[in-house]
């Protein structure tokens, strides 16, 4: 990792709890898609957001959810609206998209973990990848699923991939599912033996979605969050 200083283009709420954020390093670094960087809030305060752009793109997206004033990642939120400039480190993460394997792939996110799926899907969208990919986004309710036209318009413009959106609390007009989204997957696969797997949300529901996908047959050197590498 180095620590590179940004200029800070653009904060904007997505909605009342998330942040999209726009940052341009002032040096050209490497990352790959799936990896995250950590703001420089303090000498010892660094704190980690997945990096929701893919490696190609000129600017460095970050999708923070902050609902709650003076909380940890609020306080990353009012920084970034009140200064010009700040510091990362980057990159870090392993939990990074595998290119060069040719399984099938389910891409996993809980609320603000589409950060995190949003670069890997760029990411082959630029590379040209065209393996067969599943897209599931598990959120509260619908107004939580802050970016969801994107994700739609991915599956109208890409045969190999299938967006499946999911949420607990569902209007009359919701167009997509209506459970947990744990269960969902549970209720949508027999086995999941033979799939690349990745995931991001909080670390409670991936270290849930663990056991799962245990039950599942999951080949455990196949399946990326970096999430585990904090819950064991």
Not at 24 to 37: I, T
Not at 57 to 85: C, D, F, K, N, W
Not at 189 to 214: P, Q, T
Request: net charge negative; hydrophobic share 40%.
């Amino acid at each position: 990792m180095k620590t590179i200083r940004c200029q800070i283009e653009k904060v904007t709420p997505f909605n009342d709890a998330v942040y999209q954020v726009f940052l341009k390093p002032e040096a050209a670094f490497d990352f790959k898609a799936g990896q995250y960087l950590s703001v420089i809030m303090g000498e010892k305060d660094k704190r980690p957001f997945s990096i929701a752009s893919a490696p190609n793109a000129a600017l460095i997206e970050l999708h923070i959810g902050a609902a709650v004033s003076e909380s940890y990642p609020m306080q990353v939120v009012e920084r970034l609206q009140t200064a010009t400039h700040i510091d990362i480190e980057a990159p870090a993460g392993d939990a990074f998209l595998r290119s060069d394997s040719h399984r099938p792939r389910i891409l996993i996110a809980g609320g603000t973990g589409f950060s995190y799926i949003k670069s890997i899907v760029e990411a082959q969208i630029a590379n040209g990848e065209t393996i067969q990919t599943q897209l599931y986004w598990g959120c509260r309710n619908e107004d939580a699923m802050y970016y969801q036209e994107i994700a739609r318009q991915w599956h109208a413009d890409h045969s190999w991939l299938e967006f499946i959106p999911v949420v607990e609390l569902a209007g009359s007009t919701w167009q997509g599912k209506k459970a947990n989204l744990l269960e969902q997957i549970k209720q949508d696969f027999v086995s999941l033996n033979g799939y690349d797997i990745y995931i991001a949300g909080r670390f409670d529901m991936v270290g849930a979605a663990r056991e799962v996908f245990r039950e599942l047959g999951i080949e455990e050197t196949h399946l990326y969050g970096d999430a585990f590498a904090f819950i064991k």
